[in-house]
Nanobody, 124 residues
């Protein structure tokens, strides 16, 4: 069974940092594009970052570029999102997902397996 378990969220002050993890089971991360999305209350799911199957390509939303870094650990079959200089606008539930393709994508409908999400709250 394909599963994605996100963790690492919490409450942090503006300007602070958090590192999110996404542990995968039931499949090998290294064969697929993987992405992070977020969803704030009352808003649509929003693309954050994605990484290709071999880690050779990454792509970020403009709103997080330069502050967030996506990475993966093949040995641990785990995806990460390092978030620095957090802003109150970053407050959301963060979800990891597996693409149907080996390349990464910013489109929600390219993803076929989703984790349950972890809540990030940034106070001003």
């Amino acid at each position: 069974e394909v599963q994605l378990q996100a963790s690492g969220g919490g409450l942090v002050q503006a300007g602070g940092s958090l590192r999110l993890s996404c542990a995968a089971s039931g499949f090998t991360l290294g064969y697929y594009g993987i992405g992070w999305f977020r969803q704030a209350p009352g808003k649509e799911r929003e693309f954050v970052a994605t990484i290709s199957w071999n880690g050779g390509a990454t792509y970020y939303a403009e709103s997080v570029k330069g502050r967030f870094t996506i990475s993966r650990d093949r040995a641990k079959n785990t995806l990460y999102l390092q978030m620095n200089n957090l802003e109150p606008e970053d407050t959301a539930v963060y979800l990891c997902a597996r693409s149907r393709y080996a390349t990464g994508s910013s489109q929600v409908d390219h993803y076929i397996a989703w984790g349950q999400g972890t809540l990030v709250t940034v106070s001003s």
